[in-house]
């Protein structure tokens, strides 16, 4: 399952963290990945972008791309596996434009690879920051859909090299492991294999990146479950931190085996303790069991830990075939962030989110790429979700929801 980003960044410029031409990671994956990027033009003008690529090293990958990008929501695809000026391997890329842009990364399998397919997507980094948070990662995580591994990306936005600092608490446990990145280059990604680092112990973690000094990154994580699972999640800035968050649509167990785990941090710097944090969800209309759910944290939060709900495994709390929106709140107005995963329990088939800050007044977003039924089968659904107190009528107009 590929997951659709809805951006709602209006600026003119655009980072990508990780790209990769066509390479296969001997650590977390085995996969013969490659990536490919959209751009969508957020302004009624027509633009040009210009795309910079590095290597881990900051070195220039290949000369930089200038790519005509049409106005009112236009687009530009860029697949990195049909370029033949960039070698295999890992690497970055930087996007700047004279007008606003947004833009989504797939990560799928190279095409010339005939391998089962996996793939995961982020949205690409509109601005940098110092401090990121990842409310779940894992070295050697035991899931229901195997062996989870993620890799940590941090890419230098700065105007000089950086370094970072990765604070890894394991869940059930309140002291971090911190690990020390340093000499970033400017416009490059380094690429943290967590099930290399033999300071940590396997199971899952939650993660703080932190800009020691000056500077500043952007950070995205990939997550990849046993041989053909990958979700992808951008990393919350602290400056993302809210007490309310909105979730567009929780599954419980349908009949197609698809379900929902969601997994909240607790960044507030003290203790949560037990019932200040209430998931909140009614049914959609079409749920084949229309129970409002009301449930709450039974448990004290440490800093920096984390509240976690699983439709698959936690039966007592979730009806089978059950689906709709929920929202997740603190009493007490603590910091929190979320995240979203989707899984099949009966394949590999998953994809990852960021919760929506519930205090969002958008009125326009912007998909940066959707399908209807393509040869391949892929196709894309989008759900609306109302933040406000008062019924609305949403239009999906060519592409641009409004």
């Known amino acids: 399952m590929k997951a659709q980003r ?43 972008a210009t795309v910079n690529y590095y290597l881990p090293d900051g070195s220039a990958w290949k000369d930089p791309d200038v790519i005509p990008v049409p106005g009112n929501g236009g687009q530009a695809i860029v697949r990195q596996y049909t370029d033949p000026d960039l070698s295999d391997g890992l ?65 230098n936005l700065g105007a000089a090299t950086v370094d970072v600092d990765i604070s890894l608490t394991k869940y059930g446990e309140t002291t971090p492991i911190v690990e020390s990145i340093t000499d970033i280059a400017i416009g490059a990604s380094y690429y943290y294999e967590m099930n290399l680092d033999d300071d940590l112990s396997n199971g899952f973690y939650s993660a703080v990146v932190e800009v020691v000094g000056d500077g500043s990154v952007g950070v995205v994580a ?27 649509l929780v599954f419980s167990r349908l009949s197609n085996s698809l379900v929902t785990s969601l997994i909240f941090q607790n ?26 759910l009301d449930l709450y944290n039974p448990s004290d939060i440490a800093v920096n830990g984390i509240v976690a709900w699983n439709t698959l495994t936690q039966t007592g709390l979730f009806p089978t075939n059950w ?60 759900t609306v979700m109302n933040l406000s107190d008062a019924d609305i009528t949403a239009d999906l107009v060519s592409g641009l929801a409004t």
Not at 226 to 247: K, R
Not at 344 to 372: C, H, R, W
């Open 323 to 382: 689906y709709g929106p929920c929202t997740v709140t603190s009493a007490t107005d603590k910091g929190i962030v979320g995240i979203v995963q989707y899984r099949f329990s009966a394949n590999q088939n998953m994809s990852a989110y960021e919760a929506i800050p519930s205090t969002s007044i958008d009125t326009t977003v912007f998909v940066p790429l959707g399908a209807k039924t393509l040869t391949n089968k892929f196709c894309t659904a989008i």
């Open 222 to 248: 990939n997550t990849f479950f046993g041989a053909d699972g990958l979700m992808s999640v951008n990393a919350f800035p602290a400056e993302a931190l809210t007490s309310g968050w909105s979730i567009p």
């Open 6 to 48: 809805i951006l709602m960044a209006f600026i003119a410029l655009v980072l990508v963290a990780g790209l990769t031409a066509g390479m296969v990671s001997a650590q977390a994956t085995t996969k013969s990945l490659a990536t490919n990027f959209t751009l969508v033009n957020l302004s009624p003008n027509d633009t040009e």
């Open 91 to 155: 690497g970055s890329a930087a996007v700047t434009s004279l007008e606003p842009l947004a833009g989504l990364v797939q990560q799928v399998i190279d095409p010339a690879a005939g391998q089962v397919p996996t793939s995961g997507a982020y949205a690409a980094i509109s601005e940098g920051g110092t401090t990121f948070y990842v409310p779940q990662v894992a070295k050697n995580g035991s899931s229901a859909t195997g062996i989870a591994n993620s890799v940590i990306i941090v890419q």
């Open 267 to 292: 960044l507030s710097g003290e203790i949560i303790p037990a019932g200040d944090i209430n998931l909140y969800c009614t049914p959609d209309p079409g749920s084949g069991d229309q129970s409002t």
